[in-house]
């Protein structure tokens, strides 16, 4: 991981031309459904015959222009706000297009935004550059290049895909950016489970643990190049904390019993989560320089599923001290402690927005599991969706999009099971099954990895 | 439901029929009744009050001593049943002084995964509790929980799901 992002410090980002700060170009809307997605046009991004050659040596892709310009197309066409139009009706060529569009052109098949692009091969490193262009109006509205190692070019079209989401949302986008997930397979009584990692379009994905015992829960740090998760290790439930990059891996405090429900605060400094002990469950906080644990909760209920507010001043958790599993908010001293949902049913896995303004949440009612998000004093609860069983909602980095599992109800044969990753648009649009190579549970989302 | 709607039916009828036809409608309302009684049977004879109460599941650590107790949903509260199972339990155990356990608590699978494996821990710990109360020592018992990781029946029904709400007594040694 760290190799990774040391490699891409060797992205040169060069801003060619600045924004121009513009009246009345394109705008889309994110805080409603979208359901009239932006068309837009990816042109195929242009490469010359010497540099295409030696990239396909190199990475084994026909035409690393065509690929990188379909990764942003498949992003802008997931996130449910743009509607990518068919190559086949474009009739100016990649090369031309990107030199100067003929805007009438681009307008006859009704695309109201353009992208168009250029890579080569300078000193074997690539060199992207691409434009955003506002048909309507026949003005460019960005352009950037970069220069980086070849076998970085999918995040390549991640990170257009974020300016240009950025670009014409006004929001950051979340396309570069990994999944940390739980792969699953085998029967349901006896299911085997390993770490896995991807990005978050499905490629590149990788186990990180064997299977051997069972793990639950893995989450990312600020950086994402730590995790913290749960493991069945010796059969000994303990919190564990996995560096990515070197694969070291560390049990978390010295706790004589089960610790569970992990999660990094904000700082990434400490890391909160649950400690069992004779039938109740208490909130725990451990700073990872000083090895300081420090006991939040206390209260013979199950307090669980903790999880801070971004500017680490507060903590959402849940408990059954009511009797049943509600909704809590307390500073992160453990003072103040206020219930906060009080709709009909069960709340559960509380998890603060990155923006700061909401909780997502499950919640189980008349036998159906639901996903939805509340104010942080518990007001304006909005279910988004409803099934058999989904829980465990982890937010995009830019606060827009949830991921989570579902899993399906099983036969009297044991027969239909299967659990997958989902996502949904905060709006409660645009929900998809997220591709994963088995079953697959307890998704967390990565911050944006180049920022 | 089903088998009252027929019987009202059916004594409204029987007053206007002779004795014969009376005497085989009689046998066919038993039929009626009888499998009606047996279908339902099966769903609840083995649970009581969500409590599973059949012994499909049960294994034993020794001759008569059941392995494991069950809960209703979202309780960790132990009935009577299962308080006669531990109290079984604890002979056998003070009858075999150098035996160890780990008493299992497992969740069904209607709850968030956290929630659940605090849960199975919790369930374990009346179990613990109770067998200690029977004179048996804290250090020959560990607590470990699956919460809903590790289910006996994979259905999706209130039945299996009963059979999962359980705490099970394991020879650690």
Redesign the interface.
């Given at each position: 991981m760290k190799s990774i992002i040391n490699k891409f410090l060797i992205l040169l980002l060069v801003i060619l031309f600045f924004p121009i700060k513009s009246f009345g170009l394109i705008e889309v809307d994110i805080t409603r459904g979208n359901l009239n997605p932006l068309p837009l046009a990816v042109s195929p991004l242009s490469i010359d015959e010497k540099s295409k050659k030696s990239f396909e040596n190199l990475l084994k892709k026909k035409n690393i222009g065509e690929e990188i310009s379909s990764i942003v197309e498949n992003n802008l066409k997931t996130s449910g706000l743009f509607n990518p139009l068919n190559k086949d009706a474009f009739l100016q060529a990649p090369d031309i297009a990107n030199l100067k569009p003929r805007f009438e052109d681009w307008n006859l098949i009704k695309a109201q935004a353009l992208i168009t692009g250029k890579v080569s091969n300078v000193d074997k490193k690539l060199r992207v550059e691409f434009r955003l262009w506002d048909v309507l109006a026949g003005k460019e509205m960005m352009a950037l290049a970069f220069t980086t190692v070849p076998t970085n070019w999918r995040r390549v079209g991640h990170i257009i895909s974020d300016k240009v989401y950025e670009r014409l949302t006004g929001e950051k986008g979340y396309f570069d950016t990994r999944i940390i997930y739980v792969a699953e397979e085998g029967?349901?009584?006896?299911?085997i489970k390993k770490l896995a990692i991807m990005d978050q379009d499905g490629a590149n994905n990788k186990f990180l643990t064997l299977g051997n015992e069972?793990v639950?829960?893995p989450r990312f740090n600020p950086t994402s190049q730590m995790v913290t998760y749960?493991s069945y290790f010796r059969?000994l439930?303990r919190v564990y904390l996995l560096d990515i990059e070197t694969g070291m891996q560390e049990v978390v405090g010295d706790f004589p019993?089960?610790t569970?429900?992990p999660r990094f605060s904000p700082d990434g400094k400490k890391i909160i989560m649950?400690f069992?002990n004779?039938?109740?469950?208490d909130i725990y906080t451990m700073d990872l320089e000083n090895r300081i644990v420090e006991k939040i909760t206390n209260h013979p209920s199950?307090d669980?599923?903790p999880s801070y507010s971004p500017d680490g001043k507060y903590i959402c958790f849940?408990s059954?001290r009511s009797g049943?599993?509600q909704i809590y908010v307390m500073k992160s001293d453990g003072s103040n402690v206020k219930r906060i949902s009080f709709g009909n049913g069960i709340y559960?896995?509380p998890v603060w927005s990155p923006r700061g303004d909401l909780i997502a949440f499950?919640k189980?009612h008349k036998?159906k599991f639901y996903i939805g998000v509340m104010r942080t004093d518990g007001s304006g609860e909005r279910l988004l969706t409803e099934n058999?069983?989904q829980?465990?909602p982890s937010w995009s980095p830019n606060g827009r999009v949830l991921i989570f599992y579902r899993?399906t109800?099983?036969?009297?044969k044991?027969k239909g099971?299967s659990a997958k990753l989902w996502s949904i648009d905060l709006t409660g649009y645009n929900e998809r099954m997220v591709k994963t190579p088995t079953d697959g549970?307890?998704p967390s989302w990565s911050s944006l990895l180049s920022n | 439901m089903n088998i009252l709607s027929i019987r009202n039916i059916d004594q409204g009828a029987i007053m206007k029929l002779n004795k014969i036809l009376k005497n085989t409608l009689l046998v066919v309302i038993a039929c009626f009744a009888l499998s009606a009684c047996a279908t339902k049977k099966v769903s609840t004879s083995q649970m009581q009050s969500d409590v599973y109460t059949g012994t499909d599941t049960i294994e034993y650590l020794a001759s008569g001593v059941p392995d494991r107790v069950f809960f209703a949903t979202?309780e960790?509260v132990l009935t009577t049943a299962s308080r006669e199972t531990l109290r079984k339990q604890a002979a056998w155990l003070r009858k075999n002084s150098d035996i160890t356990i780990v008493l299992e608590g497992h969740a069904d699978?209607?709850?968030?995964?956290?929630?659940n494996?605090?849960?199975g821990?919790?369930r374990a710990?009346?179990a613990k509790?109770y067998l200690m109360t029977y004179g048996i020592s804290s250090d020959r018992i560990s607590?470990?929980?699956y919460g809903k990781?590790?289910?006996?029946?994979?259905?999706?029904?209130p039945l299996?799901w009963s059979k999962n709400r359980r705490s099970v007594t394991v020879k650690a040694n």
């Open positions: 029967p349901k009584t006896k299911r069972l639950l829960t749960l059969n439930p019993g089960m569970f429900a649950s069992a004779d039938g109740k469950s199950i669980t599923s849940n059954d049943y599993q559960g896995t499950t189980l036998g058999f069983y829980e465990a899993e109800k099983t036969d009297e044991g099971f549970s307890d | 979202n960790s699978e209607r709850g968030t995964r956290e929630y494996l605090a849960l821990e919790r710990n009346a509790d607590v470990l929980s990781e590790r289910p006996v029946d994979s259905g999706s029904n299996a």
